[in-house]
């Protein structure tokens, strides 16, 4: 028998590989930094153990084939990159986790010890998912779903919680669907379930959802559970037509103490923000392009080639609209015409424009300050690329201003109309929402709003009320700051002469904004709900759009380095100079696992991992066949395909294999689907 218990000796060395694996299974789902300790701890005892009694611990698989040509796509593709130093930083981490599979199988001595495994693993996942339904709560009560169209990021990324937490559904499910057991054990079956379940929906990330759907619809077919299976499937179509878009505009008086509503009406597109002109507002429409309502008539429509995000009047018969590709049109009125005069594409991923008369400042995170001299005509653009990280700028009579989560904020002097010297800087996170008003910043976020004011060359936070919280959106009109909240209040504030806060006024309005306008005493508001499984097929919705450009990027770069790619590396190096001039946002990764390894690791890296995708699928499909009918083991391995699927389903809209923290679930989960089998034959054959 292949057991770590060797002889009484080493009885406090199978006990440190014990502990540290244990920690190793309760961190699966919420420290990777514990969990690799607990991993790189036990199978660093592991080796020692195997030198002082010079055994081998590990047991072949049937899987090293796929390995191996899955480690030779790597080296290749390594030694034939231009960034080699990076690609054997990541080469390591993919070589270092494999052994994850076989570590699972030395420390699964018996059938009991893999069951407990298994046990403390959902009860780690269990746990995780019931502190992040605690904060999900608390963020579905600031509308901050509605507002970032995420789950909150408690421990790792929302998308990660969702593809982790799937693991737990699916094992539970399987275990529901097939497992013969009390109703005692049942119950908690269903308990469990049900916990992990709302976990899925609180992290709000389609990527789950997909691959747990494919995942329990592969579990009923196997089980062939025709009953269950078809109202699901009818189910899914009925949400599917009864899930639906809403788009409302809603305008309030709020001269006095209390919003009073004067009307609203819905719209058949997306009305995303709100500008005023003169007796008119502008409604930016993802859809519809700009329209021009008076009251809540539409009086005139503008189509745009992208959505508009942002519209703003610059003189009686100039007009700036910014694209959600970030270009800027350029409008001129002509009696009752108005016309496009001119366009202009900023460098980079622009998060901040600035106006100073007919001049244009923007301000891209990844590219600096570019400065137009004239957005009425073709000029030489003037950039400052020292100036990138920053996402919001001001500029007036003597300084610019800029702020950023990385590089804090900071003030230059003015010179003309560049930016000078560095005057003060300031360290300052957590910047959701910034508004620069009376020489003052405003800062908002969670936690509240924040005065700073640059006073004797230094940045001084002036004041910051506790009772405003979960800012939204900043807005003002004259002397007043109207600041929107999470749960639908308006907070109107003044800066008092000792530079306070003094709030004068406040309501809740429903339904709860998305975004507003404070102008001449009114409050024009838009309210946008987009149905979560429409968004599936929404070409406008920010991640669609960005993965969309992604992978229309990692093509072409497999098209250039076809064979073996350009190296296992972050992939923004290659796509800056693959990208459409409009596709701004730069990641490290396609957000698709099979593009990727096309850009990567090239056709033959792509085929190695494909091959060991199907390996390990036919091998817990073997081993499910061969236990079926067996308590436990058969339900595992169910659980497992189903899961390892799930992940592959996920991976249409996510890079998660090379995932640290599920590349490491994958590994586990299938090893301790291979140790179950060999200790139930061990275990079968000796009785």
């Known amino acids: 028998m292949n057991e770590i218990q060797g002889t009484k000796d080493y009885k406090i060395l199978d006990w440190v590989i014990l502990s540290l694996f244990v920690i190793f299974i309760l961190s699966l789902s919420n420290s990777i930094f514990v969990n690799q300790i607990g991993y790189f701890g036990a199978l660093l005892f592991i080796l020692i153990k195997a030198f002082l009694t010079r055994k081998n611990p590990f047991s072949k698989t049937g899987l090293e084939l796929a390995f191996a040509l899955y480690m030779l796509a790597e080296i290749i593709s390594l030694i034939l990159s231009e960034y080699q130093a990076q690609a054997f930083h990541f080469f390591t981490k993919r070589a270092l986790l494999i052994p994850v599979l076989y570590t699972t199988i030395v420390v699964t001595t018996n059938l009991k010890r893999g069951k407990n495994f298994f046990n403390l693993f959902i009860v780690g996942s269990l746990i995780t998912g019931i502190v992040y339904l605690v904060f999900a709560f608390q963020y579905y009560l600031n509308?901050?779903?509605?507002?970032?169209?995420?789950?909150?990021?408690?421990?790792?990324?929302?998308?990660?919680?969702?593809?982790?937490?799937?693991?737990?559904?699916?094992?539970?499910?399987?275990f529901i669907i097939n497992e013969k057991a009390s109703w005692k054990v049942k119950l908690l079956l269903y308990a469990g379930f049900a916990i992990s379940v709302l976990t899925l929906i609180a992290t709000f990330k389609r990527t789950g959802w997909m691959g747990v759907a494919i995942g329990i619809v592969l579990i009923l077919i196997i089980k062939k559970k025709w009953k269950i299976l078809v109202p699901i499937f009818i189910a899914g179509i009925v949400l599917f037509l009864i899930d639906k878009n809403v788009s409302q505009?809603?305008?309030?008086?709020?001269?006095?103490?209390?919003?009073?509503?004067?009307?609203?009406?819905?719209?058949?597109?997306?009305?995303?923000?709100?500008?005023?002109?003169?007796?008119?507002?502008?409604?930016?429409?993802?859809?519809?392009?700009?329209?021009?309502?008076?009251?809540?008539?539409?009086?005139?429509?503008?189509?745009?080639?992208?959505?508009?995000?942002?519209?703003?009047?610059?003189?009686?018969?100039?007009?700036?609209?910014?694209?959600?590709?970030?270009?800027?049109?350029?409008?001129?009125?002509?009696?009752?015409?108005?016309?496009?005069?001119?366009?202009?594409?900023?460098?980079?991923?622009?998060?901040?424009?600035?106006?100073?008369?007919?001049?244009?400042?923007?301000?891209?995170?990844?590219?600096?300050?570019?400065?137009?001299?004239?957005?009425?005509?073709?000029?030489?653009?003037?950039?400052?690329?020292?100036?990138?990280?920053?996402?919001?700028?001001?500029?007036?009579?003597?300084?610019?201003?800029?702020?950023?989560?990385?590089?804090?904020?900071?003030?230059?002097?003015?010179?003309?109309?560049?930016?000078?010297?560095?005057?003060?800087?300031?360290?300052?996170?957590?910047l959701r929402r910034?508004?620069?008003?009376?020489?003052?910043?405003?800062?908002?976020?969670?936690?509240?709003?924040?005065?700073?004011?640059?006073?004797?060359?230094?940045?001084?936070?002036?004041?910051?009320?506790?009772?405003?919280?979960?800012?939204?959106?900043?807005?003002?009109?004259?002397?007043?700051?109207?600041?929107?909240?999470?749960?639908?209040?308006?907070?109107?504030?003044?800066?008092?002469?000792?530079?306070?806060?003094?709030?004068?006024?406040?309501?809740?309005?429903?339904?709860?904004?998305?975004?507003?306008?404070?102008?001449?005493?009114?409050?024009?508001?838009?309210?946008?709900?987009?149905?979560?499984?429409?968004?599936?097929?929404?070409?406008?919705?920010?991640?669609?759009?960005?993965?969309?450009?992604?992978?229309?990027?990692?093509?072409?770069?497999?098209?250039?380095?076809?064979?073996?790619?350009?190296?296992?590396?972050?992939?923004?190096?290659?796509?800056?100079?693959?990208?459409?001039?409009?596709?701004?946002?730069?990641?490290?990764?396609?957000?698709?696992?099979?593009?990727h390894f096309l850009a990567t690791l090239g056709l033959f890296g792509l085929s190695a991992i494909m091959y060991m995708f199907i390996m390990i699928i036919i091998k817990i499909s073997r081993i499910y066949k061969s236990t079926k009918g067996k308590p436990f083991i058969a339900s595992y391995s169910l659980g497992a395909l189903a899961a390892f699927v799930n992940i592959l389903i996920a991976g249409l809209s996510e890079l998660n294999f090379?995932?640290?923290?599920?590349?490491?679930?994958?590994?586990?989960?299938v090893g301790l689907n291979v140790a179950l089998f060999i200790r139930y034959k061990e275990e079968t054959n000796e009785s």
Request: hydrophobic fraction near 40%; charge should be negative; glycine fraction near 6%.
């Open 143 to 174: 509308n901050q779903y509605l507002i970032t169209e995420s789950g909150p990021a408690l421990i790792q990324n929302p998308i990660t919680t969702s593809e982790i937490i799937s693991f737990a559904v699916l094992f539970l499910f399987a």
């Open 249 to 430: 505009v809603s305008v309030y008086n709020f001269e006095g103490s209390r919003a009073k509503k004067l009307y609203s009406f819905k719209t058949d597109g997306r009305a995303w923000s709100v500008a005023k002109d003169d007796s008119l507002f502008i409604i930016n429409d993802y859809e519809n392009g700009l329209l021009f309502y008076k009251d809540s008539v539409l009086v005139r429509k503008i189509a745009t080639p992208e959505p508009a995000t942002s519209f703003l009047k610059v003189d009686d018969s100039i007009f700036i609209a910014q694209l959600i590709d970030t270009r800027f049109l350029i409008f001129k009125k002509n009696n009752q015409e108005i016309n496009q005069i001119n366009e202009i594409l900023p460098p980079g991923n622009t998060k901040d424009f600035f106006l100073l008369d007919k001049s244009l400042y923007t301000l891209d995170i990844d590219s600096g300050l570019t400065f137009y001299n004239s957005i009425t005509e073709a000029t030489t653009p003037v950039r400052f690329p020292e100036l990138k990280g920053f996402i919001k700028m001001f500029v007036d009579s003597s300084s610019f201003f800029f702020a950023g989560d990385g590089p804090g904020a900071a003030v230059y002097s003015r010179e003309g109309n560049f930016p000078g010297k560095l005057i003060a800087k300031k360290d300052v996170d957590n």
């Open 434 to 595: 910034i508004y620069f008003f009376e020489g003052n910043m405003i800062v908002g976020n969670s936690e509240c709003v924040w005065m700073y004011r640059l006073e004797n060359n230094q940045i001084v936070l002036k004041d910051h009320p506790k009772e405003i919280s979960h800012v939204n959106r900043i807005d003002s009109d004259g002397d007043i700051l109207a600041v929107l909240t999470g749960n639908g209040t308006i907070y109107k504030l003044k800066v008092n002469e000792n530079q306070k806060f003094e709030i004068i006024a406040s309501d809740q309005v429903s339904p709860k904004p998305t975004n507003f306008n404070y102008s001449d005493g009114n409050i024009y508001c838009t309210y946008i709900n987009r149905g979560r499984l429409l968004s599936f097929f929404d070409p406008y919705l920010q991640q669609n759009f960005n993965r969309l450009a992604l992978w229309r990027g990692g093509w072409e770069i497999f098209k250039d380095y076809p064979l073996f790619g350009v190296g296992d590396i972050g992939i923004e190096k290659y796509y800056v100079h693959y990208k459409r001039p409009y596709d701004k946002e730069i990641h490290g990764h396609l957000h698709n696992n099979y593009f």
């Open 658 to 669: 090379w995932d640290q923290e599920i590349a490491t679930l994958i590994y586990f989960t």
